[in-house]
């Protein structure tokens, strides 16, 4: 019985793609486009958007399929382009360093991803939180040091740091 209602789910949700595709998918691109500054990019994104679409369980849901498929199109134009600030940010970082010390490919595609990763962990944090535990862990300055910094306590340094690691394991633990 499962396994009927599974399918017609997914049948019906096939349809409604495809309706939302054939009716949205023009309106979709330029949206992106005049977002990102580039078709390609907005096609990548629409793609993406319709293959996020496409992996939800029921659509039936929807009434406003433009305002949804909106959602789903800026939270992933916003990764794409937190993305590709990070990967700017990098490139111009290892411009400086001689041949001899650049990255490999690989080594900078996955220094790359492990950036976006903590970038996105990070995200939700209060800018002190934030401030305090990369000034922490990347600089390894002290907290007494971070305190002044922030024109806070000691104790609240510590909690700022407590905080962002339970909440980097928390979303760790999510995925």
Request: glycine fraction near 2%; charged fraction near 20%.
């Amino acid at each position: 019985m499962q396994a009927v209602q599974t399918l017609q789910h997914t049948i019906v949700n096939q349809s409604l793609v495809h309706d939302f595709y054939i009716k949205h998918n023009a309106w979709l691109h330029a949206w992106l486009r005049k977002k990102v500054g580039c078709t390609t990019d907005a096609a990548d994104l629409m793609h993406d958007t319709y293959l996020k679409l496409m992996l939800k369980e029921d659509l039936n849901f929807i009434t406003e399929p433009r305002a949804y498929l909106t959602t789903i199109a800026h939270a992933l134009m916003v990764n794409h382009l937190r993305r590709n600030k990070i990967e700017k940010a990098c490139l111009e970082a290892i411009a400086s360093l001689p041949e001899s010390a650049m990255p490999s490919p690989e080594t900078l595609a996955i220094t790359i991803e492990t950036l976006v990763k903590i970038d996105t962990m990070l995200d939700g944090l209060a800018p002190k939180a934030r401030r305090a535990f990369l000034w922490c862990q990347l600089e390894g300055i002290s907290h007494a040091e971070i305190a002044d910094r922030l024109g806070v306590s000691v104790s609240s340094v510590r909690k700022y740091i407590a905080n962002a690691l339970l909440h980097c394991i928390t979303l760790q633990n999510t995925d």
